[in-house]
């Protein structure tokens, strides 16, 4: 696993664009910091760019890097999550335009999966996760279901047997409206 987690990292630092396992269905990723990769997972995707998409990181910790204002009931929240969950945070800071919703929030999520946390460790940003589609296309349920024209533009596949998901299905989303409360989107 580590040279593979190595090989992903130095792709991702040069910009390159990968579909990987995360804790969820397979995605297509990035380095989160990287406008111009960002960018080219759009244009695959053939997504409007008023969409935003989830970044993952490794840790809580580190979301003060990317979040301007943590409200207090996402450090009760996060520790007591038990399946994958992405947060949408209210005032992103530190990523490309692009990536912020024109409200000016960011969906976050802290994975479960462990290659996913290494990978994000050696590659030092959070990478971008959006499903390994075309727009508007079904979620692949599994690696066999990712079409041949998203597999041609990537610059690298992840060996299947990386992947430990069992459930594949889109995490749960929970948006934070204020310090004190928050809403379900999709359970």
């Given at each position: 696993?580590?040279?593979?987690?190595?090989?992903?990292?130095?792709?991702?630092?040069?910009?390159?664009?990968?579909?990987?396992?995360?804790?969820?269905?397979?995605?297509i990723?990035?380095?989160?910091?990287?406008?111009?990769?960002?960018?080219?997972?759009?244009?695959?995707?053939?997504?409007?760019?008023?969409?935003s998409?989830?970044?993952?990181?490794?840790?809580?910790?580190?979301?003060?890097?990317?979040?301007?204002?943590?409200?207090?009931?996402?450090?009760?929240?996060?520790?007591?999550?038990?399946?994958?969950?992405?947060?949408?945070?209210?005032?992103?800071?530190n990523?490309?335009?692009?990536?912020?919703?024109?409200?000016?929030?960011?969906?976050?999520?802290?994975?479960?999966?462990?290659?996913?946390?290494?990978?994000i460790?050696?590659?030092?940003?959070?990478?971008?996760?959006?499903?390994?589609?075309?727009?508007?296309?079904?979620?692949?349920?599994?690696?066999?279901?990712?079409?041949?024209?998203?597999?041609?533009?990537?610059d690298?596949?992840?060996?299947?047997?990386?992947?430990?998901?069992?459930?594949?299905?889109?995490?749960?989303?929970?948006?934070?409206?204020?310090?004190?409360?928050?809403?379900?989107?999709r359970?």
């Amino acid at each position: 696993m580590e040279q593979e987690i190595e090989k992903c990292a130095e792709l991702l630092r040069a910009g390159k664009v990968i579909v990987y396992p995360t804790d969820t269905v397979w995605g297509i990723g990035c380095d989160a910091t990287n406008e111009k990769a960002v960018e080219r997972i759009y244009q695959i995707k053939r997504r409007n760019e008023k969409k935003s998409m989830i970044i993952l990181l490794d840790s809580a910790e580190r979301l003060p890097m990317y979040v301007d204002h943590i409200p207090m009931i996402a450090w009760d929240l996060i520790p007591h999550v038990s399946r994958p969950t992405t947060f949408i945070y209210p005032t992103a800071k530190n990523l490309p335009p692009i990536l912020i919703h024109n409200d000016g929030t960011i969906a976050i999520r802290i994975v479960l999966n462990e290659f996913c946390k290494k990978l994000i460790r050696a590659l030092g940003h959070p990478i971008v996760s959006t499903s390994a589609n075309v727009a508007d296309a079904p979620t692949p349920q599994a690696f066999s279901d990712i079409s041949t024209e998203i597999i041609a533009q990537m610059d690298h596949v992840v060996p299947q047997e990386f992947a430990t998901s069992v459930d594949y299905k889109p995490s749960r989303l929970i948006k934070f409206l204020d310090d004190y409360n928050f809403t379900i989107i999709r359970d």
